[in-house]
């Protein structure tokens, strides 16, 4: 059985099967609906419900507050269709649409980018183009594992048909993060299903560019802010990379070497576990942002925030930047929730 459901930014009704959330029919039938986790957890598909009867799956209270579900709002990532109906989502800006593929790829290169991170560069075999946006996410399965997402790391190819690049840290006790460690070998099939994510590089923006990136979260950051200098963007763009220590930093050569070129562009890494005496930044990567900004808060004026990394950066972030005016709107943000986390929190937070 199956229910009619109107996007009042959508030309054409999506069909919606038993069993299927909005969002994945719309993104199976090509609507760019905005989402991030997928698991109600980042609150990016939080939509209005004009009409109709909705069922909503477990999601947290950071995603959607109990007084905007009673102003009817809804999380498209939840909702269940009990009858026909009739949504739109919220956010309007600059939204992007590439097909969601299916593909199988092969690992043309597996490299270390620290004692914990890998490079990963896969070629597309089949399934392709692939096209997806500075800053989005795939879904990849390796061997016979269960799916995990990981965001791109290049810039974009326009035609969809070269290589894509990952940057996988390895989890304690993680199961495909394990085996990208110690069991991928180059030529090895890797299936990836995308692109996901609703926090890519707005590019008609021209304001300041704030980007955070923790870890391994420097993967979307990295393609985001090269997408940038590769397109013109002329505004100011300050990266900065927090990690623990100086041997969990990575391709701080190339990015100083961006930098040299690009006037635009600051690199601030900032380490959070330093030995004593180091001459870098120190202190928790948000904080950091923080002082910089007390220094020069004019920057902020009509700025947009791409953080990427651990969830607990990603949300201190978020929140301090609310704290000093940025809107949510303008905060596009990856918390690189694990599996495990993503059910504990909805099963937490669940209404
Ligand atoms: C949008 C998005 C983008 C991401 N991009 C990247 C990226 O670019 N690079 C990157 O490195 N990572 C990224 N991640 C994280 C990535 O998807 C995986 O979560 C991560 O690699 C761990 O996967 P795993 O299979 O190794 O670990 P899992 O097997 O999922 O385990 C993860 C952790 O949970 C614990 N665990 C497992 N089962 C349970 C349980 N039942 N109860 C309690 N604890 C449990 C494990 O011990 C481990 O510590 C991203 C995540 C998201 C949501
Ligand atoms: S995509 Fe629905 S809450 Fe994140």
């Known amino acids: 059985m199956s229910h009619s459901v109107v996007l009042r930014h959508w030309p054409a009704p999506i069909r919606v099967e038993t069993g299927e959330t909005v969002l994945e029919a719309a993104l199976a039938q090509g609507a760019p609906f905005p989402h991030g986790c997928r698991s109600g957890n980042c609150g990016?598909?939080?939509?209005?419900?004009?009409?109709?009867?909705?069922?909503?799956?477990?999601?947290?209270?950071?995603?959607?507050?109990?007084?905007?579900?009673?102003?009817?709002?809804?999380?498209?990532?939840?909702?269940m269709p009990q009858s026909d109906a009739e949504l739109g989502w919220l956010e309007a800006d600059d939204l992007v649409s590439h097909p969601l593929r299916d593909l199988t790829c092969r690992v043309a290169a597996l490299g270390d980018l620290t004692h914990d991170i890998k490079l990963v560069r896969l070629r597309i075999a089949e399934g392709g183009p692939f096209t997806f946006s500075a800053g989005q996410y795939a879904a990849l399965g390796f061997d016979a594992l269960a799916p995990r997402d990981y965001s791109m790391a290049n810039v974009p190819d326009r035609d969809g048909g070269g290589e894509i690049e990952f940057h996988i840290r390895h989890v304690a006790g993680g199961v495909s993060s394990a085996y990208v460690a110690k069991g991928l070998k180059r030529g090895d099939?890797?299936?990836?299903?995308?692109?996901?994510?609703?926090?890519?590089?707005?590019?008609?923006?021209?304001?300041?560019?704030?980007?955070?990136?923790?870890?391994?979260?420097?993967?979307?950051?990295?393609?985001?802010?090269?997408?940038?200098?590769?397109?013109?963007?002329?505004?100011?763009?300050?990266?900065?990379?927090?990690?623990?220590?100086?041997?969990?930093?990575?391709?701080?050569?190339?990015?100083?070497?961006?930098?040299?070129?690009?006037?635009?562009?600051?690199?601030?890494?900032?380490?959070?576990?330093?030995?004593?005496?180091?001459?870098?930044?120190?202190?928790?990567?948000?904080?950091?942002?923080?002082?910089?900004?007390?220094?020069?808060?004019?920057?902020?004026?009509?700025?947009?925030?791409?953080?990427?990394?651990?969830p607990v950066m990603v949300e201190a972030a978020t929140a301090m930047l609310e704290q000093r005016g940025l809107r949510r709107e303008d905060i596009h943000a990856d918390a690189f929730y694990t599996e495990a986390e993503r059910a504990q929190q909805a099963a937490g937070g669940a209404r």
């Open 44 to 79: 990016a598909c939080k939509s209005r419900l004009y009409r109709g009867a909705i069922e909503m799956t477990p999601y947290s209270d950071y995603a959607l507050t109990a007084g905007e579900r009673a102003q009817g709002l809804i999380l498209a990532c939840r909702a």
């Open 189 to 310: 099939t890797v299936r990836v299903k995308g692109p996901y994510g609703s926090s890519y590089l707005r590019e008609q923006h021209a304001g300041p560019i704030l980007a955070v990136a923790g870890g391994s979260g420097l993967a979307p950051i990295k393609s985001i802010v090269e997408t940038a200098l590769s397109l013109g963007m002329r505004q100011p763009i300050r990266l900065y990379f927090g990690v623990r220590d100086e041997r969990d930093l990575y391709l701080e050569a190339h990015f100083q070497a961006l930098a040299a070129q690009h006037a635009n562009l600051k690199f601030i890494p900032v380490l959070s576990a330093a030995a004593a005496g180091t001459k870098r930044r120190a202190g928790f990567v948000h904080q950091t942002v923080a002082e910089d900004i007390a220094g020069a808060l004019a920057e902020l004026d009509g700025a947009k925030a791409y953080l990427a990394g651990p």
